[in-house]
């Protein structure tokens, strides 16, 4: 059973462009969490997703950042008109219900904007 | 303000040692979760506490969660290389808050020198 999947590992982005970042939960989990870890930094929550619904998004900046969660494919975490200051390892989690006592993370996409 | 503190930032200590890292806060969390991260990957899950008072071991780890679950701590016995990590705590309901969403200190860098 493979754990969460997220792609890319690495992202090089310039000023500007967009940033699209994904994630396959663990099978049979359908909630879906991101956060981002800036450097000197904790972890921070960003969106919480359900298929198809966005249940929380009060940790994700009003502009420019989005995030999806379709019936049929990954989570989306997308990033418009990346600047220097998005440079951050984004983390996605997944659980079988909504709490979180059974977070499983992925291994991160470690954003450089340049 | 950091909701979570945690102590110390750096540890680093030989082969065999004892030691203990702290996990503080103002607020009550209805769970508590311990993490180990290692570089360029996601936390992994060691612990979920959720009883003030309440001890869990694992193997050399020891857990505990405050009575008033405003606090944790995490007590490694002969520490080995192998145990070298970020060690990250995070609360989850803070002050009734949602079950879903972490908190996240900003870590304990532990190094364990052969």
């Known amino acids: 059973n493979a754990g969460v999947m997220q792609n890319p590992r690495h992202l090089v982005r310039r000023r500007g462009q967009e940033a699209r970042l994904r994630c396959s939960p663990v099978?049979?989990?359908?909630?879906v969490y991101w956060y981002r870890q800036l450097p000197e930094e904790g972890l921070k929550f960003m969106v919480y997703l359900q298929k198809e619904n966005i249940i929380d998004e009060s940790g994700m900046p009003k502009e420019r950042f989005s995030a999806e969660f379709p019936k049929e494919g990954p989570s989306i975490l997308r990033i418009q008109q990346v600047v220097r200051g998005d440079s951050a390892a984004y983390f996605c989690a997944s659980s079988p219900t909504m709490e979180a006592y059974g977070y499983t993370f992925g291994s991160g996409t470690r954003l450089t904007v340049v | 303000t950091q909701l979570l503190e945690q102590s110390p930032q750096f540890l680093s200590i030989q082969e065999g040692e004892n030691l203990t890292v702290y996990c503080n806060s103002s607020s009550v969390f209805s769970s508590l979760q311990w993490y180990r991260q290692e570089p360029g990957e996601g936390p992994v899950l060691l612990v979920t506490v959720v009883t003030g008072g309440e001890v869990k071991k694992l193997k050399r780890l020891t857990f505990q969660f405050g009575d008033a679950r405003k606090d944790s701590s995490l007590h490694i016995t002969a520490a080995q290389p192998g145990d070298t990590g970020l060690y990250l705590c995070?609360?989850?309901?803070?002050?009734?808050?949602?079950?879903?969403?972490?908190?996240f200190g900003k870590g304990t860098l532990l190094t364990v020198n052969p």
């Open positions: 995070a609360g989850a309901g803070n002050s009734g808050g949602s079950n879903y969403k972490l908190t």
């Open positions: 099978k049979g989990h359908s909630h």
